[in-house]
């Protein structure tokens, strides 16, 4: 079940940190990459032009040029806020652990690729944030998200991880928090609010994501 509001574009650049972690992610690689190809450059104007230092220029750069290429996939894989929004479906979300700086958002998803196919496939994600605008740091505050599918096996019918997206991350407006609240069934509420407490166990999981 898809949700439409207006994406708020610079409340989603101050606040979304789905969006900031990949900045950081594509910034730390671009820098890392510069570093390897200025090493590689000072290797081959400073040193003996042995088959060692060779070899080892060599793998710098080729290590920088794989660094380039995971960063131009990591950035082209990313949707834009309205699009991302748009495409991925609703779903029940609160926060389950408040920590001194940071806060563990728990959402219950329907893992299925197709869901048209088949029953529910009810699974606890969750992953740690920061702030939420307009969230209380309290467990059990509610926070309509998003569910953004990640990685997934191609052979499979299931994703393998999904990333809760806060709505609040990408509107202000109050009202719209609230409707998107109001469409999110009481069952898939009352099932999440009951398992807030089994964040170790998602923990435990390779890619914090534990069936029911």
């Excluded at 998602?202 to 994501?209: G, N, Q, S």
Aim: hydrophobic share 45%; proline share 6%; net charge positive.
């Amino acid at each position: 079940m898809s949700f439409h509001f207006p994406v708020d574009i610079p409340h989603t650049k101050a606040n979304n940190e789905y969006y900031r972690d990949t900045r950081r992610l594509i910034v730390s690689s671009g820098v890392f990459s510069g570093l390897l190809v200025i090493g590689a450059v000072l290797m081959i104007l400073f040193l003996d032009r042995t088959p060692w230092v060779i070899g080892g220029t060599v793998v710098m750069l080729a290590i920088a040029i794989l660094y380039i290429a995971v960063t131009f996939q990591v950035r082209r894989s990313i949707k834009e806020p309205q699009e991302l929004y748009d495409s991925s479906p609703l779903a029940p979300a609160a926060i389950a652990e408040v920590n001194e700086r940071t806060m563990v958002l728990m959402t219950l998803v329907d893992v299925r690729k197709d869901t048209t196919v088949g029953k529910p496939a009810q699974a606890l994600a969750i992953r740690t944030v920061t702030s939420i605008s307009g969230v209380p740091r309290r467990v059990g505050a509610r926070v309509p998200s998003i569910a953004v599918a990640g990685a997934h096996k191609t052979r499979t019918p299931l994703y393998d991880e999904v990333t809760p997206l806060p709505l609040a991350w990408s509107t202000r407006d109050k009202a719209v928090i609230g409707r998107a609240s109001r469409e999110i069934p009481q069952s898939d509420w009352a099932l999440l609010e009951a398992n807030l407490s089994r964040v170790d166990d998602v923990r435990a999981t390779k890619r914090d994501l534990l069936l029911l």
